[in-house]
Nanobody, 129 residues
Framework: QVRLVESGGALVQPGGSLRLSCTAS????????IGWFRQAPGKEREGVSC????????YYADSVKGRFTISRDNAKNTLYLQMNSLKPEDTAVYYC??????????????????????WGQGTQVTVSS
């Protein structure tokens, strides 16, 4: 069956780093648009970073630009989110996502509208001293 399984969430001090992983099964992640989303307590789901498969065009939310990096390892069928210089406001449940590459949409649209086909179960990231 199609699954996305996340790991790597943890309690981290401000300024620290963390890498989230998301392993796909039942489909080949390489041919899908990919994204990371998060939802903080009392807030709406936010698209953190999305990447279009067709050309690799990538979107980052202004709040994480320069600190977070989305990537994937095709051999491992795994998606990653590297998070550096973490802030308390980064505290949220983080979800990985995969979207079929057709029809073509911008990575901005994928992130802003939360358009995706498959979702991970979520992993908690807490940034606190």
């Amino acid at each position: 069956q199609v699954r996305l399984v996340e790991s790597g969430g943890a309690l981290v001090q401000p300024g620290g780093s963390l890498r989230l992983s998301c392993t796909a099964s039942g489909f080949t992640l390489e041919i899908y648009d990919i994204g990371w989303f998060r939802q903080a307590p009392g807030k709406e789901r936010e698209g953190v970073s999305c990447r279009r498969q067709s050309d690799g065009d990538t979107y980052y939310a202004d709040s994480v630009k320069g600190r977070f990096t989305i990537s994937r390892d095709n051999a491992k069928n795994t998606l990653y989110l590297q998070m550096n210089s973490l802030k308390p406001e980064d505290t949220a449940v983080y979800y990985c996502a995969a979207r079929q590459r057709r029809p073509i949409i911008t990575p901005q649209a994928m992130c802003i509208t939360s358009r995706s086909d498959y979702w991970g179960q979520g992993t908690q990231v807490t940034v606190s001293s």
